[in-house]
């Protein structure tokens, strides 16, 4: 496990409840105007061994504009390589974000995949929207939970995908395959999701094993990313669920 240092700045309640129950805060600071709310937040802090802090005013410790009166500061999260990622649980059902720009996409991304059952969460380190409070707190405790593997090119990680014995899986718009009922998200798979707006980098979309779309009417032209993700995540877990054989 790498220590990346993602993770070492957490706000909002939920977000800081989930790195509190993973035992990673080291100093909590409350705004006083909501001080009595979060009081159980503190007290759990304090039972923790972590610093408890009240302060006026939040603003300047604060990365986005509503941390819902509660910062912490945490011992990062650790992160994986991409063989550590597919190894961890099988079989393997991994998302891989190509450059995605906004992390609050990224953390519902994070959310999505968790909640339906998604093996891990591939990003990478540069050139993409950081792992940092903003998507911690969109995450709402995701991300202490779901695996993330960090890597220095995705269209070099989906070649190593293919070699790992992974299935990739491209979701574009103009594909003429339906990703729903596709066979293939019975086996391990990772699905592959570019960035807002101009989709999978061309030697990303080069490199996946088959292309995918995600069906649209009533004329709209796409979906937002986060919600693409959740649709494709949910339809690998209704496709293995349907699969004989498969444990899911």
């Not at 999260?77 to 063989?83: I, M, Q, R, S, Y």
């Not at 899986?169 to 998200?185: K, P, Q, T, Y």
């Not at 086996?187 to 570019?194: H, K």
């Not at 088959?210 to 009417?217: D, M, Q």
């Amino acid at each position: 496990m790498a220590p990346s240092g993602v993770g070492a700045e957490v706000e909002g309640r939920h977000a800081v409840a989930a790195a509190l129950a993973a035992g990673r805060v080291e100093r909590l600071f409350l705004e006083a105007a909501r001080a009595e709310a979060l009081r159980a937040l503190g007290a759990e802090a304090e039972r923790a061994g972590a610093e408890v802090r009240v302060v006026a005013d939040l603003r300047g410790l604060a990365a986005t504009t509503a941390p819902q009166g509660v910062v912490a500061h945490c011992r990062p999260l650790g992160t994986f390589d991409l063989a550590e990622a597919v190894e961890r649980q099988g079989p393997a059902a991994l998302v891989v974000l190509d450059h995605l720009e906004d992390p609050r996409n990224v953390g519902a991304v994070a959310r999505s995949a968790l909640a339906a059952g998604m093996t891990g969460l591939v990003l990478a380190r540069r050139r993409a929207a950081p792992l940092g409070a903003t998507a911690f707190k969109a995450a709402a405790g995701a991300l202490e939970r779901l695996p993330v593997a960090l890597v220095s090119s995705v269209a070099q990680a989906v070649a190593d995908l293919k070699r790992l014995g992974i299935w990739t899986v491209g979701l574009d718009a103009e594909a003429e395959r339906s990703l729903f009922g596709l066979e293939l998200l019975a086996e391990p798979v990772a699905v592959v999701v570019g960035a807002e707006g101009r989709g999978l980098a061309p030697l990303v979309a080069g490199r996946v094993d088959l292309r995918a779309g995600i069906p649209l009417g009533g004329g709209v032209e796409s979906l937002n990313a986060a919600v693409a993700v959740s649709l494709a995540c949910y339809e690998v877990a209704r496709v293995r669920a349907a699969a004989p054989g498969v444990a899911w």
